[in-house]
């Protein structure tokens, strides 16, 4: 299985603080990606890193990828309350057309 | 603006009532899955489909059937609903880069 794990589970920072989440996987993979899932909602592309890429930035948020340990990490900087949601990674196959499996998530409560 | 819709948003039904959850996509994507989220267990994928009239089983298949008739319809068939199928259900429809987009959800219960 290539599955993402997330870790930690659950996560509560105060407003302004960074975010640090990390996800592991078990075999090679083409591209890893995290999503944000509001409570009962659908979740939302964040941002995609390519096996050959080791971080890469978008405004608040910054993934690295370290294919050698299987792992990424997703920073969110200056937190924000409405940066309280559920973080999944997700891992790509070789293929456009592998299956996209998700990691379990963290949720991320950030208290004002 | 690109979305992927679903309908019914909030469903109650009882066992063995057949019904269709039903997902469309206005992007052109050819990838499109069906996932259900429980606690603790995460997203799982129940079907899949690589194009028109091209569909494989996900993970969790057992109680669903899909189809794909069209490129922007994907619909979700319960032919005889049983309460372990009370779930969160999400369609998501895939760029060839692999970014997904997902529906709004549907919530449904089954007594």
């Known amino acids: 299985s290539q599955q993402g794990e997330e870790d930690p589970q659950a996560l509560s920072i105060q407003e302004g603080e960074n975010a640090t989440m990390n996800c592991s996987y078990k075999?090679?993979?083409?591209?890893l990606q995290w999503y944000r899932q509001n409570s009962g909602r659908g979740l939302v592309h964040l941002i995609l890193i390519r096996s050959n890429e080791r971080e890469k930035h978008s405004g608040r948020l910054r993934v690295t990828l370290d294919t050698s340990k299987k792992s990424s990490s997703l920073l969110i900087t200056a937190s924000r309350a409405a940066d309280t949601a559920s973080y999944f990674c997700a891992t790509g196959g070789k293929t456009s057309y592998d299956k996209v499996i998700f990691g379990p998530g963290t949720s991320l409560s950030v208290i004002p | 603006e690109a979305q992927v819709t679903q309908n019914p948003r909030y469903l109650i039904t009882v066992t063995g009532k057949k019904l269709t959850v039903t997902c469309s996509q206005n992007m052109n994507h050819e990838y499109m899955s069906w996932y259900r989220q429980d606690p603790g267990l995460g997203l799982r994928q129940i079907y899949y489909?690589?194009?028109?009239?091209?569909?494989d089983k996900g993970d969790v298949p057992e109680g669903y059937k899909v189809s794909r008739k069209e490129k922007r319809n994907f619909p979700l068939i319960l032919e005889s609903p049983s309460p372990n199928q009370t779930s969160l259900y999400f369609c998501?429809?895939?760029?060839?880069?692999?970014?997904?987009?997902f529906g709004p959800g549907t919530r449904l219960t089954v007594l």
């Open positions: 489909s690589m194009n028109v009239e091209v569909t």
């Open positions: 075999t090679s993979i083409n591209n």
């Open positions: 998501a429809s895939r760029t060839s880069g692999n970014e997904q987009f």
